[in-house]
């Protein structure tokens, strides 16, 4: 089992940056691949990058590369999703998950965090 928290969310305005962290819990971390996710009111769930907990580079979805970097603190079970210059259309609720390797359904998740992106 893993236990997932979101935390960094906030009101900012358009340009502005914020750094999200989804501190993970549970069983060994290693295997795992964690990613992001956002979801705006009226609209699917969007798969925003995810990283691999062993290493790896990080993959970032088009619609944010370049803006949003994925990173790991393997220290302090840690990984972060930094926002840089931010847009109204990233305004969302972000979700942080988890899924094994070996399996391509994510399995666990956070509770959410929400970002407003004011213009």
């Known amino acids: 089992q893993v236990q997932l928290e979101e935390s960094g969310g906030g009101l900012v305005q358009a340009g502005g940056s914020l750094r999200l962290s989804c501190a993970a819990s549970?069983?060994?971390?290693?295997?795992?691949?964690v990613g992001w996710f956002r979801q705006a009111p009226g609209k699917e769930r969007e798969f925003v990058g995810r990283i691999i907990w062993s290493g790896g580079s990080p993959l970032t979805a088009d619609s944010v590369k370049g803006r949003f970097t994925i990173s790991r603190d393997n220290a302090k079970n840690t990984v972060y999703l930094q926002m840089n210059s931010l847009k109204p259309e990233d305004t969302a609720v972000y979700y942080c998950a988890a899924r094994s390797r070996s399996f391509s359904d994510w399995t666990y998740w956070g509770q959410g965090t929400q970002v407003t992106v004011s213009s």
């Open positions: 549970g069983r060994t971390l290693s295997s795992l691949v």
